[in-house]
Structure formats: C-alpha cells, structure tokens
C-alpha cells in the first residue's frame, strides 16, 4: 500500500491546480486520471486556444442552485491572480472579445505550465489509472486502482462533469459523491447548441454556416447579446450555448435578429428615397441576404416592394424579426455540451475549503460541483478558483 498526503482523482484543470498547489505546500500528492493524457479538455478548449479566464468573472456569472457558494473562492484566487501565473510563465495572451482572454498560440501551453507547477511541487502524475473501490478507514481514504492501493488521509474529487464523455467524462465524481452520502442535483448539458423540430429544421437548413448577432431572450428573462450560427442541425453560435443554460425543454426562446438597429426605421427612412425597392433588398442591409431569402420562403417577409408594404404587414414582420420565437426541439446533449450543470449540492460543502461537511478529509472541486459558468473563461476560473481554495485546506 502506497501512502500519501493526499490523492487527487482527475488531472483536468481543477485537478492538476489542486495537485500543483499542495504539492508545492510540501505535501505529498498522488493524481489519478483514466485517461492517457493530462488536461485533455484544456488541450481541446478556446479552438486549441483555451480560454483561460475572463476579465469580468464575477459570482453573476455562474448558476448554482446557491449562487453564493461561488463567491469565497472567486474572491480568494481571482482572474488577476491566473493571468500573473499565465504573465509568469511568459505565455503570450489576448482578449478576444467581452473580456475573454485566449492564449496567442495554443493551449497546450497552459497544460505544459500546469504540469511545470505540478513538477515543482513533485506531484506523482499516474495517467491510466483506473480506480475499482474507495473506502474510507480510519486513517483516511483507500483506493483500489489497477496496479495497487493507495491510501491517503485527505482525497480531492476533481473528475468534472458528463460533458464530452469522449475526452474522458464520467459520472465517477458523482457516484463517489453519493457513496459517502452526499446529494447530487440532477444534471442537464449545457452551453450546448439547440436541435430543432422538423418542419423548421429543413427549412432553416439552408442557413447552415450562417452567422449574425442577436439578442436572445430566455423565458425566465435571461437575456445575451451574442452571435447566433445557423447549424445543420439547429441552431448555436455563443449566443445560444450561454441560453441553454438557462433554458428548460418545452420552453421558447426569442430572438432578435437584428439588435443594432431597428427594422422599422430602416424601412421608413429607405421608403421616403426608394419606394419601388423590394422588402427583401431593404432587409439585406441589415441582416445576411440567405436568411432575408429563407424568411421570405417561409412567408415571414412578404415578397413585396416598400410602397406596397401596409403599416399592419410591417408592424407583424417587425415584431417576428425583432421576437422571433422558437420552440427548440431539445440539445445535442452531453456529446458536444462544454459544461455540465447540477452536481455534488453546495449544500454538503464547505465554500471556503470545498470539503465534505459530513465527510472530514473529502474534497469536491472544479465542474462536479453544482456550479456552472457562463461561456467565455469562467469555467476554468471555477476550475482554478475552487482548486486553490482547496489546496489552501490540505
Ligand atoms: P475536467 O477538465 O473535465 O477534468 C476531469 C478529469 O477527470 C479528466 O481528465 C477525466 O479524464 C478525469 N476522470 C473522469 N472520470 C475519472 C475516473 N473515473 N477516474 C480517473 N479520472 C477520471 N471552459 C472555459 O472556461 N473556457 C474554454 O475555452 C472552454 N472550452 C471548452 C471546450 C470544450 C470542447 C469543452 C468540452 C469544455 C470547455 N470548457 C471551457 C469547460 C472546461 O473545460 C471545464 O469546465 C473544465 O475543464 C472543468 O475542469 P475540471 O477539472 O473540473 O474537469
């Protein structure tokens, strides 16, 4: 039986934070992942960029069924204090837009900077590890992996949520969650592009590539103002994936499709120099010419000149432009969702440690806990933000 101070399961971004930071505290610390590579959503996140954090990341930005639980730890290892890390390791970065920030070249970069940091804190790295039984002693925790047993008197659960199960997503966090009696809140993908029913669907197929910004509604009121992608199978682009955090099946969103400008003074001001202009190349100034087209086959845009639109014809095609509401048919699910929402319930935790309440030595961190970011960096500054308030505790 080998022993340490602490064993750590999943080496995604929470895990190799956590690892890194107690390690360099001087503990002796073991990381577990099944899978062959470390960090393999970093790799994979931002297009190959990883966008690591965002300027604006703040408790607003995260759902929880209790939204204060996120707070001390953001508070305590903030975005300022990732980019001095990222700024240490001299890794060039930009903000891209709405304060999210990228990495100039690639993200393995900060996969290479998690590992130098787990490498000075002399962390022992065990890739393909799978574990079979966890069982609590009184010294602390034993695990049962292919290869031995470990043991450890604290054990961190940074496994992450059941978002893209081909990098590695499994509901082993969960299941070690309720093995030693804590809630979990059920999960639902999220930032994840919408399926669409499918008269609607063909119809809008043609659209696919097409982007443009909007404003989406949600029922409950949550609004962004992000670029909308028409997909082959529904539709995505930022815009969406922040709603479908916020959005439950059955429900309509509602989307403006041209936020910038309103469409009934461009179609007044363009009548009094250009009467015969058709409806159809007036809107083209404003909003993509193939989505005006399709608009125009589904008889929301009348095929007609300006002069020969009435004033009830445009105050409906007005409202449906500005409103359009959608059922979605649902999501692609956890395949190609970025985050998980629900998890291990806050309510078992401490936010100041993220240990087990009822479970002395039993930390939860990173994506299986019930806190879920917006898109544009705050997941990785969950990541970072409850791994370090963790590795405080160890
Ligand atoms: P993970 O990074 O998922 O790590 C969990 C680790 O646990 C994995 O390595 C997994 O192999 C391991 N594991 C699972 N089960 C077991 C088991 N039974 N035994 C041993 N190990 C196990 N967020 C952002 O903020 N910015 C982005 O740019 C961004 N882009 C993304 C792009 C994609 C394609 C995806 C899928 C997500 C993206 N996210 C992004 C979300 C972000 O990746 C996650 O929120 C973050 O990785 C969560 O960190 P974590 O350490 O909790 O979990």
Known sequence: MQKFDVIIIGAGAAGLFCAAQAGQKGLRVLLLDNGKKAGRKILMSGGGRCNFTNLHAQPGAYLSANPHFCKSALARYTQWDFIDLVNRYQIPWHEKTLGQLFCDDSAQQIVDLLLSECATGQVTLRLRSEISAVAKTAGGFELTLNGGQVCAPQLVVACGGLSMPGLGASPFGYRLAEQFGLNVLPTRAALVPFTLHKPLLEQ?????????????????????????????????????????????????????????????????SERLTQRNLSLKNCLAKALPRRLVEVLQQLEIVPDVSLKQLNSKQQAALTETLHQWRIQPNGTEGYRTAEVTLGGVDTRGL???????????????????????GWLGGYNFQWAWSSAWACAQAL
């Open 204 to 268: 809008l197929q043609t659209l696919s590539g097409v982007s443009l910004p909007s404003r989406l509604t949600a029922e409950d009121g949550t609004v962004f103002n992000e670029a909308l992608l028409f997909t082959h199978r529904g539709l995505s682009g930022p815009a969406i994936l922040q709603l479908s955090s916020y959005w439950q099946p059955g429900e309509h969103i509602s989307i403006d499709l041209c936020p910038q400008l309103s469409l009934d003074e461009l179609i007044d």
């Open 350 to 372: 401490s936010s100041k440690t993220m240990e087990a309440i009822s479970v002395p030595g039993l930390y939860f961190i990173g994506e299986v806990v019930d806190v879920t």
